[in-house]
């Protein structure tokens, strides 16, 4: 009887924690949308440069990946 007990708390404590982690995950996705919508009233300048350089960010991953692979079909690897 006391370890179903203890077994049934434990579960608890653990839905308690996946649940906290969740509702911090939920916070912090509606901050970051607040202050996106915030940036993009001022003018839309804030949001214009956070979106160039997300992009210039891909395209700089996406040629970096180009390279390496470039770099390794001249150098024989493939």
Do not use: P
């Not at 906290?20 to 804030?46: C, D, I, P």
């Not at 700089?60 to 390794?72: A, G, I, P, S």
């Amino acid at each position: 009887m006391k370890i179903m007990i203890g077994i049934k708390q434990m579960l608890w404590i653990g839905i308690m924690s996946v649940n906290k982690q969740l509702q911090q995950q939920q916070n912090l996705r509606a901050l970051t949308k607040q202050l996106f919508l915030n940036l993009m009233s001022v003018n839309g300048v804030m949001a214009k440069t956070i979106i160039r350089n997300y992009n210039n960010k891909k395209t700089e991953d996406k040629n970096n990946d180009n390279k390496q692979l470039r770099n390794m079909v001249t150098n024989g690897s493939i």
